[in-house]
């Protein structure tokens, strides 16, 4: 309202009216991941979310880093995207590197004159390095039928993480492989892999692969 100084004055003259909208403070985000441990080249899931505060809508902000002080100083974004609250924003991330990596959000809203934004906690994933397929062999490679042949692992598979699984797996000429049978199936580590009597096949040419499965 403006009033003037003159010895009568009229009614005070009256602005229109302009609104401020005050939302509650910006909650901070929470963050969990449901792949705390993968192979390298895998893809690490996490879920950002947030229940109340702040002015619709949000940007969340991923990051990650080798150290757990330094999440959003000194870490790498990974990715970024909007979302709203109650709804949990998914990230699915593939680039993370070999060893212990440490993944936090950041959350900012819209409002005219934000504050710094919010920051989660942080979740944790561990990365091995990726899967490598042994090397195996056949010996003999040429029998009669009712002889009898030994498959074995000449170079044990290697990386990964552990607990790992083993089958071997067989195809007659050009035929899909398929199980070689339970008996063939046993728990394996990089540094002690079986070594299995094929038994009597039928007449033609046998290939055998030995599959290997981690806990990735």
């Given at each position: 309202t403006v009033t003037d100084m003159t010895n009568s004055p009229e009614s005070a003259s009256t602005t229109s009216a302009s609104?401020?909208?005050?939302?509650?403070?910006?909650?901070?985000?929470?963050i969990s991941t449901t792949t705390p441990t993968i192979d390298s080249g895998q893809t690490a899931s996490f879920s950002v979310s947030w229940t109340s505060g702040g002015?619709?809508?949000?940007?969340?902000?991923?990051?990650y880093s080798s150290s757990s002080s330094s999440c959003t100083t000194?870490?790498?974004q990974i990715d970024q995207k909007t979302g709203q609250s109650g709804s949990p924003v998914s990230f699915s991330e593939s680039g993370l590197t070999t060893g212990t990596d440490y993944v936090c959000a950041t959350l900012k809203d819209s409002a005219t004159s934000p504050e710094t934004a919010t920051t989660s906690t942080l979740a944790i994933v561990t990365v091995n390095s990726?899967?490598?397929?042994?090397?195996?062999?056949?010996?003999?490679?040429a029998i009669d039928d009712g002889q009898s042949s030994t498959l074995s692992t000449t170079t044990p598979f290697s990386g990964g993480t552990s607990t790992y699984t083993c089958q071997w797996l067989?195809?007659?000429?050009?035929?899909?492989?398929?199980d070689l049978g339970s008996s063939f199936t046993t728990g394996c580590t990089t540094s002690s892999n079986p070594t299995i009597p094929t038994g009597a096949m039928t007449t033609g040419?046998?290939?055998?692969?030995?599959?290997?499965?981690?806990?990735?």
């Open positions: 609104q401020i909208t005050v939302n509650p403070a910006l909650a901070a985000p929470s002015t619709s809508p949000f940007t969340v902000t991923l990051y000194l870490g790498s990726a899967l490598v397929a042994p090397v195996i062999s056949v010996a003999p490679t067989e195809a007659l000429g050009a035929g899909s492989y398929s040419t046998w290939h055998f692969e030995l599959q290997v499965t981690d806990s990735g």
